[in-house]
């Protein structure tokens, strides 16, 4: 699974092709669920990118008040309701990443891993995908050098509600890189906002 909480699906070390099939029932319709699945690894893991395309096949319906869409009336019929908005899209982007937390650079953007800010006092192991029919694909961007950096955050690039940030820097780190205090004493900010939330 993926690095602490924030992933109800297993996420492949290497490179894999594949399709996932299960049943799924819900407004009165038994459907087949499938998706094409593709998981890329490059430059030795360094940048992973994950895409699949869940796709809804009516195959059953139940509605004993209406006989003409009863039974498998529309067996095969795409449930076109699953891309109606724009929003929808998002769910064919599993995870592009690059790198690994603590790398100089360090790049998230999708669905399957929990996000931390800093040491995870203001933010730790955020995962933005609590609604299975309303998945988010959240980004979070670390960068840094031996002077200072930053990191960032959002739930959802294609409608997000939050943000989070935090950006350092080491003033005595061009004084002598050897020493342990001037290559690590930092002075940093942090801050987060949730536009939707209770304000009182």
């Known amino acids: 699974l993926s690095v602490y909480l924030g992933s109800g699906n297993l996420v492949v070390k290497n490179n894999r ?38 796709l809804r096949l009516e195959l059953f319906a139940v509605r004993p008040d209406d006989p003409k869409d009863f039974g498998f009336v529309h067996a095969g019929r795409f449930r076109v309701q699953d891309y109606a ?17 603590e790398d100089n ?12 800010l800093g040491h995870g006092a203001l933010m730790r192991r ?15 961007v670390d960068a840094y ?25 080491k003033p005595l780190a061009f004084l002598n890189e050897q020493n342990v205090v001037t290559r690590s004493l930092s002075i940093g900010v942090t801050a987060a906002t949730d536009i939707p939330a209770p304000q009182s």
Do not use: C
Not at 24 to 36: Q, R
Not at 126 to 138: E, F, G, H, L, Q
Not at 145 to 169: S, V, Y
């Open 126 to 140: 955020y995962a933005p995908n609590i609604d299975i029919d309303y998945p988010r694909v959240s980004a979070e």
């Open 105 to 116: 650079l360090y790049v998230n953007v999708g669905q399957r891993y929990a996000a931390t």
């Open 17 to 54: 092709i594949g399709l996932s099939a299960g049943l799924d029932y819900f407004h009165d319709t038994l459907y087949i669920l499938l998706e094409p699945l593709v998981d890329l690894r490059f430059f030795d893991s360094t940048l992973g990118v994950g895409i699949g395309v869940p």
């Open 145 to 169: 050098n031996r002077f200072g950096g930053f990191e960032l955050m959002t739930n959802d690039i294609l409608e997000w509600n939050m943000l989070a940030g935090l950006a350092f820097l």
């Open 85 to 101: 908005r724009f929003h929808d899209f998002g769910k064919i982007l599993k995870y592009v990443t690059y790198g690994a937390k």
